[in-house]
């Protein structure tokens, strides 16, 4: 099924894009406001060149409808969402060991509350290049306290749990939260797969190889946009197939994981790919190691800048969901994007 992909290319906006779907000329991208007028058709490895949507053979008019749908998320509301990052770690590569007191993690939530954010994923396990790996009770002794103290406190905030363990997957739904985050796609441990299907929560299926420990050594591609869309396709036939619905799934291009520098690079210059799939896509380039090599700063913690400016670039994708450290720049960054090129 993913071995035919469409690219779309030649972006309208505002009166524009309706003008140009009215014609016919243009189509909606994934159903959202942005329209693409031009295509670049890939089968295998055959890349056909930018070609007029109306230029498209008959035979590939399936695959460029795809790229038209509008994904629905039951877990949240239409429209880009900011997701604000909450480590409850002492090793994570950008803000390991700020958030080791409840006092602090409510302060934190307050203020990304106040800048408009209703989401926030917690993670207790480090999975940076070569982080040292915890046990699942360790993991969960350090966000359930949390999860608990947000549930009181914050109870219209929608809660994500960033885990690849089953153990804490089960505990940190049972206490109210809405969607889990695996950056392994349901695959680093054998009962996640099993207990999701039994859930109703949203699940975030990433593109990795590897683990944080041995992801490194798997960045030898055929073409990294081509095989990380094709590679999350045939992860999400299967995890349709074990029985989690559709509208319950987001994806995740996996920035920064079994990828390197210049391929996260490519992979965020023809990110619009991803629209091929079908689903919601959350992107999580915040302070990385790729937003430091364009912007030429070693500090993780002065690329909030960078981060903003990279990640309006899934803002055509219609409903983003935009994962970041600094929330409230972000939220701005939306804005700005929305005042210019929005409906």
Partial sequence: ?????????????????????????????????????????????????????????????????????????????????????LNI??????????????????????????????????????????????????????IGPVIKALQINFPHITL????RNSYVMDRAL?????????????????HSLPLLAKKDCGVVLMHMRGTPQTMDTHVFYNHIVYDVVRELGKRINT???????????????GF?????PSQNIELLRRCLIMANLGYRVLFGISRKR???????????????TGTQIATLSAMPLGAPILRVHNVSGMIQSIRIWQSLYGS
């Fill in 160 to 163: 994500s749990v960033d885990t």
């Fill in 174 to 190: 049972a206490l109210g939260t809405h969607i889990v985050n695996d950056i392994s796609a349901l695959q680093h441990d054998p």
């Fill in 290 to 304: 790729m937003i430091g090599v364009m912007t030429r700063e070693s500090k993780t913690t002065l690329r909030d």
């Fill in 256 to 260: 920064g994981f079994a990828k390197t």
């Fill in 89 to 142: 770690t002492p090793d994570s590569f950008s803000d390991g060991g700020q958030h080791t007191c409840i006092e602090k993690v409510l302060t934190t939530v307050h203020d990304m509350n106040t800048a408009g954010c209703c989401l926030v994923d917690i993670g207790g396990e480090s999975t940076r290049p070569g982080s040292i790996p915890i046990t699942p009770e360790q993991e969960w002794e350090r």
């Fill in 1 to 85: 099924m993913w071995s035919r992909l469409a690219e779309p290319i030649g972006l309208l906006y505002r009166q524009d894009a309706r003008d140009a779907i009215y014609r016919g000329i243009g189509l909606p991208l994934m159903g959202g406001d942005v329209a693409f007028t031009h295509v670049r058709l890939i089968d295998k490895a055959y890349t056909s060149p930018i070609m007029k949507i109306d230029a498209v053979p008959s035979t590939w008019q399936d695959v460029l409808i795809r790229l038209t749908r509008t994904p629905h998320t039951k877990c949240l509301p239409d429209g880009p969402q900011v997701m604000g990052i």
């Fill in 239 to 253: 995890v349709l197939s074990a029985g989690i619905s559709k509208e319950r799934i987001i994806i995740d291009p």
